[in-house]
């Protein structure tokens, strides 16, 4: 019997301090007899990327993180409809040839992680959210809220069409939005001691506070939130369901 080619999968961004997916697969290649690997590519730039591509023959999938989710789209020769929608991707699958040429096809699959781990949690007076931070995260949430039927708005630190700045968060602001969703690195380990600036003392029980990170456990943002009686949820279900998506995405035959 032929020995099964071992393939190549892995997650590229800068920096990589910690890869929940790498442990994640490499866990799940073991346990389910999968000849495959997840590796962690950490790239200073995002042109690297040609020469991991030329390095690892059998590469079959990558997922994209902080902070080439928008980087990484001139690169591909295809992209879903969600990821064009969102204007960011976080799966890349390798569709191969037999003549040995490779087609990149760029999909998004943190809007259905994020929106099936936050749906639950969208009752009644939950209608408006703000989103912390503008990046490729920030855009699969708004698309993710707008799909569950919440309006939302994002927040920057620099003004801009179409986004409040941290100072623009009034009583009435944060009154009227009851969601908050954290889409920056603000808190990630090792730096936990850090937090979006938001008037924390406005926030109340009615409030729901959701960090996308999930190492800590519970960041600085969620801690704050939790102290003035706020509901909070970390990152790590919906880590969980876009990982899944991620599988799914590179079986596609």
């Given amino acids: 019997m032929a020995e099964r080619i071992e393939r190549i999968y892995g997650l590229i961004g800068f920096p990589l301090t910690h890869s929940f997916s790498q442990t994640y697969f490499n866990q799940k290649f073991e346990s389910e007899g999968i000849p ?3 590796l962690n590519f950490e790239l200073p730039d995002i042109g690297d990327l040609m020469e991991v591509i030329a390095e690892y023959p059998t590469l079959a999938g990558l997922n994209v993180t902080i902070p080439y989710k928008e980087q990484v789209i001139p690169y591909l020769d295809d992209i ?9 991707v976080n799966v890349i699958k390798f569709i191969r040839k037999k003549d040995n040429d490779i087609k990149l096809k760029g999909y998004n699959s943190d809007i259905i992680g994020f929106s099936d781990s936050i749906k639950p949690l969208i009752v009644s007076d939950r209608k408006r959210a703000l989103i912390l931070g503008t990046g490729g995260a920030a855009k699969a ?3 993710g809220l707008n799909n569950l039927g919440v309006e939302s708005v994002m927040v920057s630190r620099t003004p801009r069409d179409g986004v409040i700045t941290y100072d623009d968060l009034t009583p009435e602001i944060m ?6 969703v954290n889409t920056t690195p603000l808190g990630m380990y090792p730096h936990v001691d850090e937090c979006p600036d938001i008037p924390y003392h406005l926030l109340t029980p009615a409030h729901l506070c959701y960090d996308l990170l999930y190492n800590p456990d519970v960041t600085l943002f969620m801690k704050k939130a939790a102290e003035m009686g706020a ?10 369901l876009q990982a899944f998506v991620s599988w799914q995405i590179w079986q596609e035959r």
């Fill in 80 to 88: 879903d409809e969600d990821a064009r929608k969102i204007g960011a």
């Fill in 231 to 240: 509901e909070t949820k970390n990152g790590l279900e919906m880590l969980l």
């Fill in 175 to 180: 009154d009227s939005h009851k969601i908050i």
């Fill in 141 to 143: 949430v708004r698309q």
């Fill in 36 to 38: 495959a690997r997840y």
